[in-house]
Nanobody, 113 residues
Framework: VQLQASGGGLVQPGGSLRLSCAAS????????VGWYRQAPGKQRELVAIINEYNNPYYGDSVKGRFTISRDNAKLTVSLQMDNLKPEDSGAYYC????????YGQGTQVTVSS
């Protein structure tokens, strides 16, 4: 399984970013996909996942601000991040679960004025 994330960058507090992840080598339609993140000195935490039935689940800290979506035809999962806060900064990892956990390379998100 290969996961290629894109869309990270530097944004001011209150701004928006959209992350995208393209998957290959997996039965994407039957997999749970999503995003984790890790800030320096902290453990990796769940941001948002969406299952094969298109049901999303969000970490408490991003509820109401982030929206996850998937496109099974394009084998992509996206994360729209609005009203970003400095504490949202970190490396964001694309995630896929089929028969095991898979993580892609991280894309950096920095929220700073």
């Amino acid at each position: 399984v290969q996961l290629q994330a894109s869309g990270g960058g530097l944004v001011q507090p209150g701004g928006s970013l959209r992350l995208s992840c393209a998957a290959s080598g997996s039965t994407f339609g039957g997999a749970t996909v999503g995003w984790y993140r890790q800030a320096p000195g902290k453990q990796r935490e769940l941001v948002a996942i969406i299952n094969e039935y298109n049901n999303p689940y969000y970490g408490d800290s991003v509820k109401g601000r982030f929206t996850i979506s998937r496109d099974n035809a394009k084998l992509t999962v996206s994360l729209q991040m609005d009203n970003l806060k400095p504490e949202d900064s970190g490396a964001y990892y694309c995630y896929l679960f089929d028969t095991s956990n898979h993580y892609g390379q991280g894309t950096q998100v920095t929220v700073s004025s």
